[in-house]
């Protein structure tokens, strides 16, 4: 079997605009990252899909993983004769034009390679990778859920090189939707070894694992809102000086995580929901740069890249 990767990558930053916005001091989140021109303009055309599958590259996904060689990981592609002979969804093209597909099926046994998720191996790829893993995920999480159309419930097939669902005799199009949500690190404004920083840990985790709070944008509501409404909620405190951080999509299944830091005020009581939190409580810069502290998100997370900023002073 022939495979393809690690080829030559645009550095990072990416090219024509055609990457996420970074903050002032530091990269952008590390699922934010992508060198890939979506290209949408050739989705609607039959002809041109069909020739660029025929040169293209196909990154196979199976139960949310995808092959991956070396150290640092790269993702492995295969030839589109290669590839399993399912619904074709167009990813983009790289910077020398080379179009990526991506494909459902049963990920090929090749010598050196290894099945990684995005929570593995998200923030250890380049930033194509990044970028045509979490789209290729996201899209094949949406159409595992849009079999049938939210109107009509007629089954729905794929258009648009997979940027589309709609009944095969006509009626509504459905196109991938993506759900915001808002993740927060509530902190005290303290500068320093003692300032301090909100986290809470869900039931569903393992005892010691903590990070920001979060939650959906519900109808008719702001972004900051949210952020507001969520803590109270989850935490039962007030707080202020909501800031914007970051963004990154969360194809799991998928979300667009928009991330903020907030001051609140550690010696409001915390209340927490015990439906969303098991518990909740503050914690110093230096508590969590040291060796006793909780266990932090995973370093593909935005909680993690949110943390990160406050424990070096860059989210303040």
Request: include cysteine; glycine fraction near 12%.
């Amino acid at each position: 079997m022939t495979i393809t990767g690690g080829e030559s990558v645009p550095p990072r930053g990416g090219y024509g605009g055609l990457v996420s916005i970074p903050t002032a001091s530091r990269p952008g989140p590390t699922l934010s990252r992508s060198t890939i021109d979506r290209a949408a303009h050739h989705r609607s055309d039959p002809e041109w899909l069909a020739a660029a599958w025929r040169r293209g590259r196909v990154l196979i996904i199976s139960q949310g993983k995808a092959l991956v060689t070396g150290d640092p990981p790269r993702l492995l592609f295969v030839t589109p004769d290669q590839a399993p002979d399912n619904e074709r969804l167009f990813l983009g093209l790289d910077v020398d034009q080379t179009p990526y597909f991506a494909v459902e099926g049963e990920l090929p046994t090749i010598a050196g390679a290894r099945p990684a998720s995005l929570f593995e191996v998200g923030h250890l790829v380049d930033d194509r990778d990044a970028g045509l893993l979490t789209t290729a995920i996201a899209l094949i999480n949406w159409h595992a859920r849009a079999a049938y159309d939210p109107v009509t419930g007629a089954p729905t097939v794929v258009g648009n090189g997979g940027w589309t669902r709609q009944p095969p005799d006509g009626g509504p199009v459905s196109w991938p939707r993506t759900d915001p949500a808002v993740i927060m690190l509530v902190h005290d404004g303290v500068a320093g070894p003692q300032g301090r920083c909100l986290l809470g840990r869900q039931a569903a985790w393992p005892p010691g694992r903590y990070s920001c709070l979060a939650g959906f944008v519900e109808p008719g509501e702001s972004a900051e809102a949210a952020v507001a409404r969520e803590v109270a909620e989850e935490v039962g405190i007030a707080v202020r000086d909501i800031r914007y951080v970051a963004s990154q999509p969360w194809p799991f299944p998928g979300s667009l995580m928009l991330g903020f830091t907030a001051v609140g005020d550690p010696s409001s009581p915390l209340v927490v929901d015990g439906m969303e939190l098991a518990e909740a409580g503050w914690y110093s810069r230096e508590e969590l740069s040291g060796p006793n502290g909780p266990r932090l998100p995973p370093p593909a997370s935005i909680a993690r890249y949110i943390i990160d900023g406050w424990l070096s002073g860059n989210a303040s």
